[in-house]
């Protein structure tokens, strides 16, 4: 067999079921998919392929998948940062939503996006905004991988003044997007228990119910939103949209900060599953998400960066990172949420969070080819006793040289093949 | 006058105590120092210079200061993650520095780390382990400016097999150190209150008295150190120190996780200083300290990284990010520590801390040229609306350009001039 493009001479974390690690390994690939991986015996040439990468005896991983993002918001990174969070949004963010959103700053934002999600090793990211038809554009023409989702909020939006049509706009978009692309995959993104009526609630899950799409909820992020649900309702965010029937195998809650015991257990119970978002949780001070909990009760919990509105980048090499540590501080124990553990999270949980777990979130054969080959010649990766270790507590967005999606070389020694990234430093939708 | 080094093209963070920031600014150097510092007029040429750096645009700031490593360590980065600490230390830790600690290797993991420093913009560390003769020259060699102890400690260490000569190994680094460069200052670094004894603490406290040099000492790390100090001496760690006579101004206090009101009240009035650690704090699960009430109460606090055995990196940019968002966490409000007090903290702070306030810390005419330029072409670093807020959030130690120590280019165009970085790649003592 003839292929696309073989990648080896590198450490592979396949990342998947029983974490098979091969040294000296070698992919390769053949219509966006992984036909072959395993180990190069040293005397075997490499078979014919149009393309080839010497990893360079970096290390090649399952390209990591970001759950929860607002790609048009890098227009926002630190527009108003150390602020309260009312003042934040009120002062800062709606004001500038409601002048500087507009398809074509949507248009230059998600690309912005893009560049920094891809040159910081993430090859799929599950987005949900306004306009976002035109983060859809921008999106596949990155050859990024993505699940979108057109915002639902009782409020006006951009792109969407008169609240009413907001889910005549999302049915729309799912009926442009849901079979257009393999890569770019529709969902609902309702904003959250407390900018959406209950009516709006039910009508938005049915319509994901309807097309079979992932129904994405901001859920229990901040105390203010638990005490308000709680006294409007007297009940919990969770426990409230459970009342709903909103929560199933097709539902993520990004956060679930304000989460208890029964919660949890509802979660665990209806298969519904989770972002988590430690970084912007910690900048805005919204809390710490139980997320040893939710592991605990195997609730499927992916790794999103939030926005650059509140994280202020895209790095999931940063987010990991942080996730580790934070738990190990918050449960006073050094052993909890190991690298090993994160490093799933980040892939084939990610993947499964967002319904992509039969495409996405490991090398195997059968897979689509979604790569990343890390450089392990930078002095801060040195020496190296466990690789994954590395990647979780060493290894920046910076180290990652190539990246592949759908078989397609991306990111080659850290240029983005598809993106005039040259552009964002002269032009007039980013102030410098 | 005739320059030896010209940096112009850039925005200024002078880190001065104006805080003072200039627009298309110019440094002037000649013989290490800061001659002139100011904005450039665009109809005038620049004075001639032997050497001229172009900023690009960029930003131009004060060298980071860390105030807390272990260069040596850098041998252990990622030996043994997600333990228990006893497990760590016990197990993986003492037996490595047993095994593989040696003037050679000790060498060689100085300047891994130094490189590693210098290519995240840090100009100027703080450091005790043992074999400090070797990290010195280490250090000396690669450009760096730092303080440097050897250790202390009631126990058989690396080249200190017997506990009784702990003081006169110390005592000559400081003979053979304490004038030797203007780059390198001698200092005692006593291990902690809980691995000496009252007579060693005091012996070792009178020499960094005798000298006039710094007296560096792990304090209230754990809260098993706390409790044991408790029930051995009844008093807290802070509080045994200071019955011990050795707090003053020249005492930098590392750690601080488990101190109370009244210790902070005894810290704010000896002046002694404080380095935070927060992400080797977080990762250990020791605990967070109360770096907000420190600064309350006017406590000179520096920011380190502590050793890459337990963080596991030296990029003081990650740790910034982690203290600003860690702290406006664990005191539920978003406005805590914001990004210019941290910018502080890590520059002007961070050289205050460790005895360097009138030479280094801030750009300032009369002051050393240590200098970072960072630059700001990087799709992670677009838009810019608050340049200070952008260093803590979102540059990344890789975003560093150009670092300048001593009015000397030490990196440019990220490649270290001083280090031979590649053969790290083969080295035998990093294991791959």
Known sequence: MEYDLIIHNGLIITGNEEFDIIENGIICIKNTIIQKIGQKKDNIKLPYSAQVIDANQGLIIPGLVNTHTHLPMSLFRGLADDLPLMTWLNKYIFPAEASQINPESVNQGSILSCAELLLSGTTTCCDGYFYENYVAEAVYSTGLRAVLGQGIIDFPAPGVPDPEKNISYALAFIEKWQKRYNRIKASVFCHSPYTCSKNTLIKAKEMANQFGVLFQIHTAETKTEHDTILSEHNLSPVKYLHKLGLLDSNTLLVHCVWTDKEDIQIIA??????????????????????????????????????????????????????????????????????????????????????????????????KKADIVIIDMNKPHLVPVYDPVSHIIYNVKGSDVNNVIIDGKIIVKNRQVQTIDIKKFYTAPYFSR
Do not use: Q, R, W, Y
């Open 269 to 366: 119970d209806t298969h519904a599953k989770i972002s988590t978002a430690v970084e912007s949780n910690m900048k805005l001070a919204s809390g710490i998400a139980p997320v040893p909990d939710f592991l605990k009760n195997g609730i499927v919990t992916g790794v999103g960066t939030d926005s650059c509105a509140s994280n202020n980048d895209l790095d999931m090499f940063s987010e990991m990172d942080t996730l580790g540590k934070i738990h190990k501080l918050a449960g006073s124990d050094p052993v909890l949420m190991d690298a090993k553990l994160i490093f799933k999270m980040a892939t084939l949980g990610g993947a499964e969070a967002i319904g992509l777990k039969d495409e996405i979130g490991s090398l195997e054969s059968g």
